[in-house]
Structures are given as C-alpha cells and as structure tokens.
C-alpha cells in the first residue's frame, strides 16, 4: 500500500477508525437491520469478499448468519481489533487497500460489499476505476456488487445535519453510556463534501466528553453512478432501502441506499 499515493489513504490513520470502541459505538448501531437486508437481496449464503470492513462487527455478523467472508481494510488497528473481537470460523480479515491489487484478486466470490458510504472514501475518478476493476476481478460473472450509499445531487448547494442518540446498555454492570450525534453535510464543490460527525458521550459517572472528526467524500448521482457502473462491466438490477424495501429512482436521493448491480462482463 506504501507509495500509492491515493486520497482513500486518509482511512489508514484516521482517529475515528484508529479507536475501534468509539468508531463501534458511534456507526455500528444499526448492523442489525443491515443484516437482514443484504441476507433478503442476496438470498443463498455464498462467498462474500467486505472491503473497507472497519472493526469487523458486520463481518461478524455475516459470518455467523451462514456467509463465507473475506474482510479487509486499510486501517490495521480496526483489523487487530476485528481479529480479536469479531473472529469466526467463516471470517479471514487482513489489511489490504480497496484500490490496489491483493491476495484475494481473481477468486470468484459471489457478492462484494461496501457499506455505510464507504464507497464515497474514493474521491478521485482514478481511485474509483481502481476499485470497479478489483471489483469485477474478485466476483465471478453474474455475481453481486453492493454499495451502500447516501445519493446526493451532485450539483447546487446542499447543507445538511442529521442526528440521532445511541444508548447502550453494560452487560456486565448494567449502566448507562448516552451518547447524542451528529453529522453535518457540507459542500466543497460539485464533486465532493466536507463532513463532521460530532459526539456528545455521557459516561454512567456523569462525566460528559465531546468528540469531533471530520473528513471528505464523494458526492454521487444515481445516474453518475450508473454511468460508471455500466462503463466497468456491471449492471444495475436493483435499489433498496436500509430494511431491504426496493426502490425506484426517483426515491433515492438524499437516502442511504443499496445499489445492486451484476457483473455481466
């Protein structure tokens, strides 16, 4: 990976993903519902290969439900934190980049996953050619490529802050962690964004702490995005909602989304 020079490379050290409990408690709250979804779109329990797989606790859940997956992501802490955490006969994690050639190239899988906008990381057209090629070398044809995604217009101005509260419960004390989120949208240009998500954690003690990250993506269109899908041998057969509901075109922009596509080349 040393030497590639890509913009996803910011991943590697970021904070956030660099302290896998917090990164858990913040974005893994709704894997649960995740799951049953990506189980009713794929439906037989193949072989799944999860780039950008963060701390493991989706793989996990892949594992258990009957899934053979292959994990990885560019940030080694999160992998020793899978490793550790989120180990399963039916899971292998390694570091690895979404852009650059691996030990998995080339393995006929019959699903490849990205969730939670981790397809909006690769910033430039070169690194999302990069990824589209591995793609459709790790899937064997007719196999599924799912992106997980939040569409936006690429074009106009978009501010936008979403929030949401997360309590969690000890199981070995029974106390009370509450933790009030944010993310705020912001606007670079046409192509990107500028995005913070903003925690207010309050411990079962009373002690409260704030913590703040920021960091870029990729803004897409539903038709950019099929345009770049088509132009790598994939094809488009279906749009879902977070729950596994399908939806049309016109109902997906500013929602998270599973676009599903085959690739037919």
């Not at 040393?2 to 490379?9: A, T």
């Not at 996990?60 to 180990?87: P, W």
């Not at 936008?160 to 509450?178: C, G, H, P």
């Amino acid at each position: 990976m040393k030497g590639l020079n890509l913009d996803s490379e910011q991943w590697a050290s970021h904070e956030l993903f660099s302290k896998p409990d917090l990164y858990e408690l913040l974005l893994c709250h709704n894997y649960d519902v995740y799951l049953k979804a990506v189980a009713a779109i794929l439906g037989k329990r193949g072989r799944v290969i999860y780039p950008g797989c963060g701390t493991g606790k989706f793989s996990n859940l892949l594992a258990e439900s009957g899934f053979k997956v292959l994990a990885y992501d560019i940030n080694s802490t999160a992998i020793r934190y899978a490793q550790a955490k989120h180990s399963h006969a039916n899971s292998v994690y390694f570091v690895g980049s979404m852009c650059s050639p691996s030990k998995e190239s080339n393995a006929n899988f019959d699903a490849l996953l990205t969730l939670n906008n981790t397809f909006r990381h690769l910033l430039s057209n070169n690194e999302v050619y990069l990824f589209l090629e591995k793609a459709k070398n790790n899937l064997r044809v007719g196999g599924d490529l799912l992106i997980h995604l939040g569409f936006m217009n690429e074009g106009g101005n978009l501010d936008e802050t979403r929030s949401w509260s997360v309590n969690l419960r000890s199981k070995k004390t029974q106390t009370l962690t509450k933790v009030n989120v944010s993310w705020t949208v912001s606007p670079i240009d046409n192509h990107l964004t500028q995005e913070e998500l903003k925690a207010e954690i309050e411990k079962p003690d009373g002690q409260q702490a704030v913590k703040s990250f920021q960091f870029n993506q990729r803004r897409w269109s539903y038709n950019n995005l099929q345009k770049q899908l088509s132009s790598q041998g994939f094809k488009i057969w279906g749009l879902f909602d977070d729950y596994g509901n399908r939806l049309s075109v016109d109902q997906v922009v500013n929602k998270n989304v599973f676009v599903v596509s085959k690739r037919v080349a």
